[in-house]
Each structure stands twice: as structure tokens, then as C-alpha cells.
């Protein structure tokens, strides 16, 4: 990205914004959101970040396929040892392996850089100039994130999906619990995992937007969503603070293991939605107050 590219997308962005005034607002709101939608979608590092993603589930598969002998029960990452019975593990493997660092830093990145990107290359007075307002601004910056919190494990999922039926094939899938779930039940399946893997990054994803209002630093905000990630992960391992892992927002990230049985429960599910959910309640609400009152400069 060129030096003048980020003051021309603003400048383009608020140029939106106002030239719809005399539209609804909520159409000024759905064209700024397109237009920021549109400016992450065309950055090399998103696409860079969903190709480095989208390597994870060829590398599991190919390490499988290439194996002397098959991973046995309990060898290697969860599910690995089923790849070989149905490519779609493959998908669904790579989905575990990515949550707890992979999926969190690319997520970091791009909350982290919400504000503090505008910020740092002097382009956010363009965004404020348009009657877009503060509080909008927010909304679409978050709205783009959370959609890049559905894109990244859907790259996942496709890759996983696509390697693994070329190389292990697709039929009846043995699941957790037992039971056999057809192809197309197990299809299902793993879009759930895919789509509570997403639930599970928004609540991240909130804090960096809040993180992103306190700096002019992006790199720093990055940073710090990153690390923040890593702490909830190690706090919940901690046996001594059994009290506080049901309110940090790791704490159902690997719970997707509920949806691969008969019957489903939802149980786990819906508490992640509700987590997620409170975070991004609480954080948006933290990230209004300090935009509202940030003095912009930049």
C-alpha cells in the first residue's frame, strides 16, 4: 500500500458518507460500511493473512497423506486420527489448531488497526468530517472486523474441505459419541464448528477495537489484543482460578466438540454466543466512551 492510499480510502470513504446526506442515515451507514468492507478486502495483508491460514489444513493433510504409518487415537492435534477415515476431519482439525493463535492474531490485526490505523496515517479527521458521527464510525469499523472474524475460519474450513476430500475422500462419518452421520449431516457439522469458531473471535475482536481508541500506534494495539489472547488462554488453565474461567473469553473456544455429537448440544454453544455477546457489549461500550471524548489530531 502506497503512502497516498490510506488518505485517498478515507477521503473516499467520508466523500461517501456525505455525498448520501440527503439519503437515509441508515443508507450512509450501509455505504460506509461497504466502502471500509471493501478497503480491507483489498489490502495485500488480509489476503495474505487468509492465505497463511489457508495453508494450515493442506499442511495437516499432506503431513497425513505422506505418513508411513496413520496418526493413532489420541496422537497429534484432536481428531487428526479420523483425517484418514473422512477428508472433512481435515477441515475440522485445522479449525482446533488455528483457534488458539493462528485465528487470534490475525483477528488482533485487524481490530487492533481499526482506529489506530486511521489514526497513524493521518486519515481519521477525513472519516470524523462526514456526518457519519463517532458512534457510526465505530459500528462499521467493529462490523468489518466481526466479518473478518466469519471470513478467517471460513478459509480455514473451504481449504480443509477441499484438500481433504482429494486426498482421503468423503462418506458416513463416525462421530464423537459414536454414532454415524451421513455425508451430508457431517457437512453440517462442520459448518457449525466453523461458525462457533467465528462466535468465539468476536468477543477478541471487541477489545482490539477498544484497544484501538487508546493509542495511535496500530503495531501497539495489535500487540496487545495478541497478548491479551495468550493471557486469557494461560488463565484458564489455572486450576487456582476456577471461579474466573467462565467469564474470560477463551473459555468456550474449544468447546466446538459438543456439536460433532448425537444428539447435538447446545448447550456450550449458546453460552459462547452469550459470552461473546457480553464482551462486545461491555468493550463497545468502553470504545464509545473513549472516541467520543478522544481529541483527533491525526
Known amino acids: 500500500m502506497s503512502p497516498g492510499e ?35 478486502f483489498r489490502r495485500g495483508r488480509t489476503w495474505a493473512m487468509l492465505a497463511a491460514l489457508a495453508v494450515i489444513p493442506v499442511l495437516l493433510a499432506l503431513v497425513v497423506y505422506f505418513s508411513a504409518e496413520p496418526p493413532g487415537p489420541g496422537e497429534g492435534p484432536p481428531f487428526l486420527d479420523r483425517v484418514t477415515q473422512n477428508g ?32 497513524a496515517h493521518g486519515t481519521l479527521r477525513y472519516l470524523l468530517a462526514a456526518p457519519a458521527g463517532r458512534g457510526r464510525l465505530l459500528l462499521v469499523k467493529y462490523g468489518a472486523a466481526a466479518l473478518f472474524c466469519v471470513a478467517a475460519p471460513a478459509v480455514v474450513l473451504v481449504a480443509g474441505w477441499v484438500v481433504g476430500l482429494v486426498l482421503f475422500g468423503a462418506g ?10 451421513s455425508t451430508g449431516e457431517a457437512l453440517v457439522r462442520t459448518l457449525l464448528v466453523a461458525a462457533h469458531v467465528a462466535i468465539s473471535m468476536l468477543g477478541l475482536a471487541a477489545i482490539g477495537l477498544f484497544i484501538s481508541t487508546l493509542t ?5 494495539a495489535m500487540a496487545a489484543t495478541a497478548v491479551l489472547a495468550v493471557v486469557a488462554q494461560v488463565l484458564g488453565q489455572l486450576d487456582q482460578l476456577a471461579w474466573l474461567h467462565p467469564w474470560l473469553f477463551s473459555h468456550y473456544w474449544f468447546s ?26 461491555f468493550f463497545g461500550a468502553l470504545a464509545y466512551g473513549r472516541f467520543a471524548t478522544k481529541d483527533v489530531l491525526s
Open 88 to 119: 472433512m476431519f481435515v477441515a475440522v482439525t485445522a479449525l482446533v489448531v488455528t483457534t488458539p493463535l493462528f485465528l487470534p492474531l490475525t483477528i488482533a490485526a485487524t481490530a487492533g488497526d481499526t482506529i489506530a490505523g486511521e489514526a
Open 172 to 181: 458416513p462419518v463416525t462421530l464423537v459419541s459414536g454414532d454415524v452421520a
Open 256 to 281: 466446538s466438540v459438543d456439536l460433532l455429537r448425537e444428539p447435538i448440544s447446545w448447550g456450550s454453544f449458546t453460552d459462547n454466543a452469550l459470552l461473546q455477546a457480553g464482551y462486545v457489549a
Open 6 to 40: 490510506p488518505a485517498v480510502g478515507a477521503a473516499r470513504r467520508a466523500a461517501v458518507a456525505t455525498g448520501d446526506a440527503v439519503g437515509a442515515r441508515r443508507g450512509r451507514v450501509g455505504s460506509l460500511f461497504a466502502s471500509e468492507v471493501g478497503l480491507l
Open 216 to 220: 495511535d500506534v496500530p503495531v501497539g
